[in-house]
């Protein structure tokens, strides 16, 4: 099992354009949930979702937009980049009721 | 609002000696769960330790223990015989039973040789 999945690694974007961050998993947990890390913090909730269909705004939500249209996958849709979204993005799931996030291997993410 | 501190921007200790890593929460909560979480230089997050606020008895897991303090609402880590691969980020972390994670700053730890 692959686990939590996150792609790209890297990106390098331009003020104003928009990108998504995708991440999927295979464990089939029902809860999702997109963070930013940045440097010298620690993890801030973005999104999450309970499961297909659902979504929620977490802390930082502005700028950003997600969607779950099934369980598996929890893109992340950056619509006008800014220099304020430079950051390492974490995806996570958990299976509900054990309290327990399973964390993917972020994507660093540049806005010049 | 819940809030995780942690005191400790940096430290560091000697390999194969006793560390000891603070955190303080802020909660009204009665249940909920903490955690341990370390991020080495591949940026991994990975788990450490959890406690159930609802148990008393203190987690331990192999060289990592804590000394959970729910009256004082402190939640401190232990790592026992660190070892050069003990070197990371430690982050602090509460959860509601909404199961939204508050990260504390980290505290960055370097092991030693």
């Known amino acids: 099992n692959a686990g939590v999945t996150q792609t790209p690694k890297f990106r390098i974007l331009k003020i104003g354009q928009s990108m998504t961050l995708q991440c999927a998993q295979d464990?089939?947990?029902?809860?999702m949930y997109w963070y930013r890390q940045d440097p010298g913090m620690g993890l801030k909730l973005i999104y999450y979702?309970?499961?297909?269909?659902?979504?929620d705004k977490g802390e930082v939500p502005n700028g950003y937009n997600v969607s779950r249209s099934t369980t598996e996958d929890f893109p992340l849709r950056l619509e006008l980049a800014a220099p304020s979204q430079t950051s390492v993005y974490f995806c996570?799931?958990?299976?509900?009721?054990?309290?327990?996030?399973?964390f993917g291997p972020g994507t660093r993410l540049t806005v010049l | 609002a819940q809030t995780v501190t942690q005191s400790q921007p940096e430290m560091s200790v000697q390999e194969a000696e006793t560390v000891t890593l603070s955190c303080t929460y802020d909660?009204?909560?009665?249940?909920?769960?903490l955690f341990w979480y370390k991020q080495p230089p591949s940026r991994q997050m990975i788990l450490v330790i959890r406690?159930?606020?609802?148990?008393?008895q203190n987690a331990t897991e192999n060289r990592f223990s804590v000394n959970f303090q729910k009256a004082a609402k402190s939640f401190s880590l232990k790592i026992s015989d660190s070892q050069l691969g003990d070197t990371a980020m430690y982050f602090c972390?509460?959860?509601?039973?909404?199961?939204?994670?508050?990260f504390g700053k980290g505290t960055r730890l370097h092991i030693l040789p």
């Open positions: 996570a799931t958990e299976l509900a009721g054990l309290s327990e996030q399973f």
């Open positions: 464990m089939n947990h029902n809860y």
């Open positions: 979702s309970v499961g297909a269909g659902i979504t």
């Open positions: 909660t009204s909560e009665n249940n909920y769960y």
């Open positions: 406690q159930e606020a609802y148990k008393q």
């Open positions: 972390a509460f959860m509601k039973e909404d199961d939204k994670i508050i």
